[in-house]
Nanobody, 117 residues
Framework: QVQLVESGGGLVQPGGSLRLSCASSGIIFSIYHMGWYRQAPGKEREWVAAITTDGFANYADSVKGRFTISRDNAKNTVYLQMNDLKPEDTAVYYC???????????WGQGTQVTVDS
């Protein structure tokens, strides 16, 4: 009964901000590396950001300097703060969990982010 549930998506103007959340259950959250992916219509899913169990973050070049990934182990939740949003950021954003020790991977159902004036 593993669940990753994203929230916080919506419609925002270019230059605006959104904060996505991914609440997990059914896993020992603290031993999972977490990440965010996105998929725009007609395009392949692409990696956006990741954060390790130790809190080390990495970002795709397209979002570096604008997005920040963080995690709160006490709440079993990972976040994606998105600033200076651009129309090309429009996509469904998916939460991702990886247990590298056992090779287990889980995905959320996605949340829509639309950047449009």
């Amino acid at each position: 009964q593993v669940q990753l549930v994203e929230s916080g998506g919506g419609l925002v103007q270019p230059g605006g901000s959104l904060r996505l959340s991914c609440a997990s259950s059914g896993i020992i959250f603290s031993i999972y590396h977490m990440g965010w992916y996105r998929q725009a219509p007609g395009k392949e899913r692409e990696w956006v950001a990741a954060i390790t169990t130790d809190g080390f973050a990495n970002y795709a070049d397209s979002v570096k300097g604008r997005f920040t990934i963080s995690r709160d182990n006490a709440k079993n939740t990972v976040y994606l703060q998105m600033n200076d949003l651009k129309p090309e950021d429009t996509a469904v954003y998916y939460c991702h969990a990886l247990d590298a020790t056992r090779g287990r991977i889980y995905w959320g159902q996605g949340t829509q982010v639309t950047v449009d004036s």
